[in-house]
């Protein structure tokens, strides 16, 4: 297979590309949402067109939209290492960390602990943190205050007999570090903790093979890896039945159901399909073979896509003089995404000059004010952010760096 992104035709996949307001702009703020895949956006808009009622009932419509749900399940499942049956969709990464923590707390006794780690984006701190109310016991995996990473053996130091569970980012929505999940996860493992992944971050530059990572639970959101607006959660079948219910009562022998306290977003899950068909487009572009592991393949070539521009952008923030890099300065542990603090400019003050260079980029604290405090940064100033992705051009890559070093000349 040949593992060198083929741009134009991966480019292609993206109507976003060929709109008016989005075809000249260089797209630097992939983290917030991605653009969603042709296959996405046709599925969806044939669901709505043709399949919308009810799905499952006896008759053919109903049949058909149910089986396009039941693809989705299937469909992503390859391509993250599990059963389909691990497949759980909701409306948003925080939602469904709220419901899981929720759903966990039955379980849960006064003085029993759970650990977030200072990366944590709020989606997987806030819900644990509110399970306090009820005795359990929060404590913080803290981050290295100016490089943002998190120490192992700081975490040794915290599990326990009392710790239930250890909330983890894979990659940080503001550092960028790529932590080592299945080192992790084992450690979480041998103190006989759960181990819950948010891996919001992490997945746009390419989807996991989660059974590899040992992960007890891995979330992550489907509009940031090129599809339409829904969470996923991969749960093993024996753990989601040691859950309680979050359904209508009626519906508690229903897995699929059991996490979604208001029933499934039937075309938006049936859409979902799309990221797969995407996916397998790719593979079989740029040579395929053997089905079984295609998963593999297409991750290769998604990360690879990513490298050239990681070093590229990594090194021109490490020398700026003006501007503040935070994270790794090893590329091998860094995603495609980049926060820098400006010496002498607010970081939202930028984005509007940077637009005008054609330069789509994000600032603020993106749900992060505790990793931004702990930074010594004041999350009402933010950070500025660069997010890529695979279709990002070494074009794009200049404008940035040509917009950046107009808009922070004096």
């Excluded at 296959?39 to 006896?58: A, H």
């Amino acid at each position: 297979m040949n593992t060198a992104l083929d741009l134009a035709f991966a480019r292609a996949q993206f109507p976003a590309f060929e709109q008016p307001t989005l075809r000249d702009q260089a797209f630097f703020e992939n983290a917030g949402g991605s653009f969603a895949c042709r296959p996405v956006i046709n599925r969806l808009t044939e669901y709505y067109q043709r399949l919308k009622v009810q799905p499952y009932y006896p008759y053919p419509a109903a049949q058909e939209a149910g089986e396009w749900m039941d693809a989705s399940h299937e469909r992503l499942a390859e391509y993250l290492g599990v059963d389909s049956d691990a497949i759980h969709f909701g409306p948003s990464t925080s939602q469904n960390t709220y419901v899981l923590a929720q759903a966990l707390r039955a379980q849960l006794k006064a003085d029993d602990e759970i650990i977030i780690s200072g990366q944590e984006h709020q989606a997987n701190r806030g819900a644990w943190q509110r399970l306090a109310e009820f005795g359990v016991v929060i404590r913080e995996w803290p981050i290295d205050p100016v490089s943002g990473l998190l120490d192992s053996n700081a975490l040794d130091a915290l599990l326990n007999e009392r710790t239930r569970a250890v909330a983890i980012t894979h990659s940080s929505n503001i550092i960028g570090a790529i932590n080592p999940i299945a080192a992790i996860t084992a450690k979480v493992r041998a103190a006989g903790a759960l181990s819950i992944v948010d891996g919001v971050a992490a997945t746009p530059h390419a989807l996991p093979d989660v059974r590899a990572l040992g992960a007890d639970i891995y979330l992550f959101s489907l509009y940031k890896t090129f599809g339409p607006h829904q969470g996923l959660m991969v749960i093993a079948p024996a753990l989601l039945n040691q859950l309680a219910n979050q359904g209508h009562v009626f519906n508690a022998d229903q897995p699929r159901k059991r996490l979604i306290p208001a029933g499934p977003d039937h075309a938006q899950v049936a859409a979902a399909r799309g990221i797969a068909e995407y996916f397998d487009a790719l593979d079989a572009h740029h040579g395929g073979g053997d089905p079984s592991q295609r998963a593999q393949r297409v991750r290769a070539l998604l990360s690879h896509a990513e490298h050239t521009a990681i070093a590229t952008l990594q090194d021109y923030f490490l020398q700026h003089p003006k501007l503040r890099l935070i994270g790794p300065t090893d590329t091998a542990q860094r995603a495609g995404l980049f926060s820098v603090v400006p010496q002498n400019a607010e970081p939202l003050s930028l984005v509007p000059k940077l637009a005008r260079h054609g330069v789509l980029a994000g600032a603020g604290h993106f749900y992060a004010v505790s990793v931004l405090q702990a930074l010594g940064i004041d999350p009402a100033r933010g950070v500025l952010r660069f997010s890529l992705a695979h279709y990002t051009s070494a074009a794009d890559v200049d404008r940035l760096i040509t917009a950046l070093d107009t808009v922070l000349t004096p």
